[in-house]
């Protein structure tokens, strides 16, 4: 069974960086695409990065680009995501996801317990 654990969240403000960690164990498949995805109190969740299993291919919502950095250390296990001049609407729960990148049309079924960004304005 696949387990994800994110970490890095806190308090910070507005302006402000945090980087988040997910680390990855016990998987089953070879190859995973991993993503960051978040869920703001009263909104839907939503994509904000993801990254292909080599790292070369990197996408982000139109509300972050420029602003995070999705990465990865496969040799660690572990996704980063850089978060820069942090915005009060960035404030959510972050959860990090892999997707088996073997598998055509695979969905994101492997998700963390996510960690609690909060910017303050």
């Known amino acids: 069974q696949v387990q994800l654990v994110e970490s890095g969240g806190g308090l910070v403000q507005a302006g402000g960086s945090l980087r988040l960690s997910c680390a990855l164990s016990?998987?089953?498949?070879?190859?995973?695409?991993m993503g960051w995805f978040r869920q703001a109190p009263g909104k839907e969740r939503e994509s904000v990065a993801t990254?292909?299993?080599?790292?070369?291919?990197?996408n982000y919502a139109d509300s972050v680009k420029g602003r995070f950095t999705i990465s990865r250390d496969n040799a660690k296990n572990t996704v980063y995501l850089q978060m820069n001049s942090l915005k009060p609407e960035d404030t959510a729960v972050y959860y990090c996801?892999?997707?088996?990148?073997?598998?055509?049309?695979?969905?994101?079924?492997?998700w963390g317990q996510g960690t609690q960004v909060t910017v303050s304005s």
């Open positions: 996801a892999a997707r088996n990148s073997g598998k055509v049309g695979s969905s994101y079924d492997y």
């Open positions: 016990g998987r089953t498949f070879s190859s995973y695409a």
């Open positions: 990254i292909s299993w080599g790292g070369g291919r990197t």
